[in-house]
């Protein structure tokens, strides 16, 4: 019983350490560039924040529908309800959010909240392909962005060799998905029967090489139903983009910004998405960087750490609905 314990104090101490440095980094980078300006960007977002909720709330819908088209392709007998996958992706949100375990905690949430409707096995294949798919739509949406950003702004030494990493590590990546999809090396397979210990730790030996299986399966799937789920994650770049152009429009003092600005500043907001996952809310590290990525392209500081702001408060009130959804769930034992 120790052990349990010891972890969660392990857990809440790092939580604690995180959030205190994303603080700090919130700090920093409001006094930089000045809380009267920011604060009057963020007031003049006014009543545009109900569409920056609604295209928020409809990228969680474009990523649950492509989830239940994967989850289809891997078992048409059982068939996962859109409703059941958006509450799912609501409420996995709000926790990946909260806690620095970021998609260890969000991810396994919609394979428990799914498996009622779909088997286990199902229910954790189909979720593993969907965040394939989406790793190797926002690679495409990072490689785009930085192109663009390369070619309208002077960049600073820095910045420009951030830029060249994220291609090199995108290309590199890209060749090695080539090769394990042709080579399909059993690597997580060696490893659950290396880990196996007893036989329910083999049957779930069993669960990764079916899983593995199936990760690899995926480039023998009917085109169709590959550019369906391509679309819904395309879509869903689309509305994050949209959403940030129209924070943008509705800042006082913020003119003629162009969808390829609002592009770019989407697509380091996504990288930060990613690479700082385990910092609940991405406290300070979105600030600082919106905020150094508005400056390069001409728009101020203030105005990209005004628009991470916005962002924030779309995801808290999201994630509120989240928490409550969660509440309901556990009251009636779910």
Known sequence: MVAPTSSRVRLSWSTLLVGLLGLGLFVISVRQVGWASIEASVRGVGLWLAAVVALGVLRMALRSRAWVLCARQIDSVHALPFGVAFEATIISDALGNL?????????????????????????????????????????????????????????????????????????????????????????????????????ASRLAAQDVA????????????????????????????????????????????????SLAEAFVLEAAGRFITVAFKFVPYRLGVDELGSGSVAQVLGLGAPVGVALAIVRRVRILLINGVGIALMARRSARGQ
Do not use: C
């Open 210 to 257: 079916a899983l593995e299986g199936q990760l690899y399966d995926v480039v023998r799937w009917p085109s169709a139903r590959l550019l369906a789920i391509a679309g819904w994650e395309a879509a869903f770049h689309v509305a994050a983009v949209a959403e940030v152009w129209v924070i943008l429009q509705a800042m006082p003092g913020v003119t003629g910004v």
């Open 99 to 199: 806690t620095p375990l970021g998609l260890l905690a969000s991810e396994p949430t919609k394979i428990v909240l799914a498996r009622r409707h779909v088997p286990t096995l199902v229910s954790l294949i189909s979720v593993t392909v969907e965040n394939v798919l989406y790793t190797a739509s926002v690679l495409g949406m990072l490689l785009i962005g930085v192109w663009v950003l390369l070619q309208r702004a002077e960049m600073p030494p820095l910045l420009e060799r951030m830029g060249e990493a994220v291609v090199l590590l995108s290309v590199a990546g890209g060749f090695a998905a080539v090769w394990a999809f042709r080579a399909r090396p059993a690597v997580l397979s060696w490893l659950a029967a290396r880990l196996a210990r007893g036989p």
